[in-house]
């Protein structure tokens, strides 16, 4: 069986809006990058990169005023 997250970085997201959320993505995620739940729109203020590629990151998300 093939693992759709081979190759993926995963970040667990906290919203500063509330709530939080596993994602998964193809480059890491970086101070400044911007993210798209919905309509919404946020910016990663702060990252702990994954130690492995076996474990999952976090990031901390500010939503964007006028998103």
Same mark, same amino acid.
């Given at each position: 069986m093939q693992d759709? !997250?081979?190759?993926?970085? %995963?970040?667990? +997201?906290?919203? @500063? @809006? *509330?709530g939080s959320g596993m994602r998964l993505r193809g480059d890491p995620l970086d101070v400044g990058c911007e993210? !798209?739940?919905?309509? @919404? %729109?946020? %910016? +990663?203020l702060r990252v702990e990169?994954?130690?492995?590629? %076996?474990?999952? *990151?976090h990031a901390w998300a500010e939503l964007l005023d006028g998103a």
């Open positions: 759709w !997250t081979m190759g993926r970085l %995963r970040y667990l +997201v906290h919203f @500063d @809006d *509330g993210l !798209t739940e919905g309509a @919404d %729109r946020y %910016r +990663v990169q994954p130690p492995n590629e %076996r474990s999952f *990151g």
